[in-house]
């Protein structure tokens, strides 16, 4: 039954709630440490499904990992290139970094393609693209990939859209090849400085992380070095939408306000007043809230991660709300399951539209990926009675603690 998470709605929330560390920092960070030459100590790792499997998939490498509370000890000087040919491969699309870490280091990887959310197709084309312009060969042969490189030399890549995952592999690869690489439209997320803060504290030389141009200049061996995670903004994001939803005076803490502005604007378009705080949002209230429409966009724009959430609180705004997806055209799964609630939402690929003004009631539901499971606890808590949503493994992937911390906050959750 652990697998369900059962939620009585309609009681108000109120009190405070601490941010976790960043889930999509942490799982590029922890593949990272493989290209260390020297102990590396992570502060205020997430204690979340997708860092559990990351740390096998490193103990796999021969890299020992010493987890005590939330700071991790890892030493990869003992590091063995073994090929990543296991299941935890396929449970998150993050293993991915291990390419480019393992390429930069070893100039060669075998594993399994990486799993992850179903969102629709979901390629590494613009990844495998960034290595071979290093000098890599790419073999695909069923679902496993081997990359390999005489050597890595730093050139210009240009990524035909601003991807994630894409900047941070190439940018892992890069820190090893010789010369200079840059990477034009690079995605500017949070992530990605985290990343690179880190990376340089351990002796990389990357420049300009955080804008659509980053230039990266090889060196030939990284040190050890510490590093704390930055705190999770689309958790920030899920929890202060929550609080929307049903706070009395919430108090969200360890924020950082500049990595969510899009949805906090979003929110105050809608009526929800905030006091915002060097590191924290206060949700004062949110009475008669009107609809809006809201476009995803790459960092700094409305964050694809926040619009399942956002689309729980639209069922309650007075109106017709609009969501237009220009990065997951099939992120919709959540309406499907919102619409069993007593919601009134439609959606075709790339957009959705939400008829407000409806009363959510409780049913048992399913969450089909991490951000739809969030989606559904914030209806489940809005909705009259009791909800029951399963599969709530997805959810445990991206948010630690989240029925102690909804307890804290005076919901209802077993
Ligand atoms: C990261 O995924 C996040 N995951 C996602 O969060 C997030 O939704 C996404 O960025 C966008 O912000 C992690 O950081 C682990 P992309 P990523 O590469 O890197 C297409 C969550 O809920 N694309 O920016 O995979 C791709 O199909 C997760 O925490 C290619 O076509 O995102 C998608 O349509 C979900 N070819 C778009 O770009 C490629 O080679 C965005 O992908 C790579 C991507």
Same mark, same amino acid.
């Not at 205020?44 to 979340?48: K, N």
């Not at 449970?91 to 970094?97: E, P």
């Not at 300009?208 to 659509?212: D, H, K, L, N, P």
């Given at each position: 039954m652990e697998n369900t998470i059962i939620i009585r709605g309609g009681r108000r929330l109120s009190g405070e709630v601490e941010i976790s560390s960043c889930k999509n920092s942490a799982v590029a960070i922890l593949p990272a440490?493989?290209?260390? +030459?020297e102990i590396v100590k992570l502060y205020?790792? /997430?204690? #979340?499904e997708d860092t559990k499997v990351l740390v096998r998939l490193l103990e796999k490498l021969n890299i020992d990992v010493i987890v005590n509370k939330d700071v991790f000890t890892i030493d990869a000087t003992s590091i063995q290139n073994v090929?990543?040919?296991?299941?935890d491969v396929r449970?998150?699309?993050? +293993?991915?970094?291990f390419m480019g870490a393992l390429l930069g280091r070893f100039r060669y990887v075998k594993m399994y393609s990486p799993g992850g959310c179903n969102l629709g197709p979901r390629p590494i084309d613009l990844h495998l693209k960034g290595f071979e312009a290093l000098g890599a060969k790419i073999e695909q042969v069923d679902d496993t990939i081997t990359i390999s490189a005489e050597e890595l030399k730093g050139t210009d890549i240009y990524l035909d859209f601003a991807s994630v995952g894409a900047t941070i592999n190439i940018m892992l690869a890069a820190c090893f090849a010789s010369g200079k690489t840059t990477i034009e439209n690079a995605a500017k997320e949070p992530e990605i400085i985290d990343l690179s803060s880190m990376l340089n504290k351990m002796g990389a030389q990357i420049r300009?992380?955080?804008? +659509?141009k980053i230039t990266i200049y090889g060196v030939s061996r990284l040190k050890g070095c510490i590093h704390d995670i930055i705190p999770d903004r689309i958790e920030t994001g899920t929890y202060i939408i929550a609080a929307a939803a049903m706070g009395d005076n919430v108090k969200v803490t360890n924020v950082i306000p500049q990595h969510i502005e899009a949805l906090l604007s979003k929110l105050e378009e809608m009526g929800v007043k905030l006091e915002i705080g060097v590191d924290y949002v206060r949700v004062l209230s949110a009475e008669n809230l009107k609809a809006v429409d809201v476009i995803t966009q790459p960092? /700094?724009?409305?964050a694809t991660d926040l619009q399942q959430p956002l689309t729980a609180l639209l069922t309650s705004a007075q109106g017709d709300s609009s969501i237009e997806e220009t #990065?997951?055209?099939?992120?919709?799964?959540h309406c499907d399951e919102l619409n069993k609630m007593g919601a009134n939402t439609e959606w075709t690929t790339g957009r959705s539209k939400i008829h407000g003004g409806t009363k959510l009631h409780g049913a048992k539901i399913t969450a089909t990926d991490l951000r739809c499971g969030a989606s559904l606890i914030i209806a489940a808590l809005m909705a009259d009675g009791e909800t029951e949503i399963s599969n709530a493994h997805h959810i445990y992937r991206g948010y630690e603690n989240i029925t102690q911390k909804l307890r804290n906050l005076g919901a209802d959750v077993q």
């Open positions: 440490v493989c290209m260390a +030459s205020d790792v /997430p204690e #979340i090929d990543l040919l296991n299941d449970k998150l699309r993050a +293993s991915y970094y300009g992380a955080g804008t +659509s960092f /700094p724009g409305f #990065i997951y055209m099939e992120r919709f799964k």
